[in-house]
């Protein structure tokens, strides 16, 4: 059971926008910035999204983050099959002195 | 170029020990924390331990405090990871991840290909 709550699955056609959902807590979401990472299997996961908005460079402006409370989400606009993947987010926990993951969403693109 | 190169998995018995270490180039080794993230088969990402740049904080999941310990050499631009009393569960693909600052609480932006542990009998 992963402290970060996100949905197993998610998916859209060519050119939808999908969310994907991310709940914490007060120790975690709730006090420190949310990241997002892209992992394709088999490779090295990527940084998407840092402080919970904002894009390093190189990631499409397609993909955005916010925050709020104990939650976070991350958008994906003008959905493209090369978005299929997991994607995970993460805090740091002050409880845990630990980051903590969500469970991870893969994104299927029909 | 960032690089963060992985090395030491393999096939290990319950009980056993490994070492896994991480060389990294491309950026100033000891201005940046290092962590190790672990996806164990048909499961997500999970946090195993980090190191502050000048190696005086370290952190540890639950999961494998008192069973694992990280290090770095910032003369060799190297990090390491200890792994002792493995178990099954233990078994994963191993990542090394550069943290956006000095300690591990910023963001991972660079990440290693992987090295993959199994522990099996």
């Known amino acids: 059971q992963s402290v970060l709550t996100q949905p197993p699955s998610a998916s859209g056609t060519p050119g939808q926008r999908v969310t994907i959902s991310c709940s914490g807590s007060?120790?975690?979401?709730?006090?420190?910035?949310v990241n997002w990472y892209q992992h394709l299997p088999g490779t090295a996961p990527k940084l998407l999204i840092c402080t919970n908005s904002q894009r390093p460079s190189g990631v499409p402006d397609r993909f955005s983050g916010s925050k709020s409370g104990t939650s976070a989400s991350l958008a994906i606009s003008g959905l493209q099959s090369e978005d299929e993947a997991d994607y995970y987010c993460?805090?740091?926990?002050?409880?845990?002195?630990?980051?903590?993951f969500g469970g991870g969403t893969k994104l299927t693109v029909l | 170029e960032v690089q963060l190169v992985e090395s030491g998995g393999g096939l290990v018995q319950p009980g056993g020990s490994l070492r896994l270490s991480c060389a990294a180039s491309?950026?100033?080794?000891?201005?940046?924390?290092l962590n190790w993230v672990r996806q164990a088969p048909g499961r997500g990402l999970e946090w195993v331990s980090g190191?502050?740049?000048?190696?005086?904080?370290?952190y540890y999941a639950d999961s494998v405090k008192g069973r694992f310990t990280i290090s770095r050499d910032n003369s060799k631009n190297t990090l390491y990871l200890q792994m002792n009393s493995l178990r099954v569960e233990d078994t994963a693909v191993f990542y090394c991840?550069?943290?956006?600052?000095?300690?591990?609480?910023?963001?991972?932006?660079?990440w290693g290909q992987g090295t993959l542990v199994t522990v099996s009998p």
């Open positions: 491309g950026f100033t080794f000891r201005n940046h924390a």
């Open positions: 993460a805090a740091w926990d002050d409880s845990l002195n630990a980051w903590v």
């Open positions: 991840a550069k943290d956006h600052g000095t300690y591990p609480r910023d963001f991972f932006d660079y």
């Open positions: 190191i502050s740049g000048s190696a005086t904080s370290t």
């Open positions: 007060t120790s975690n979401i709730g006090l420190n910035f």
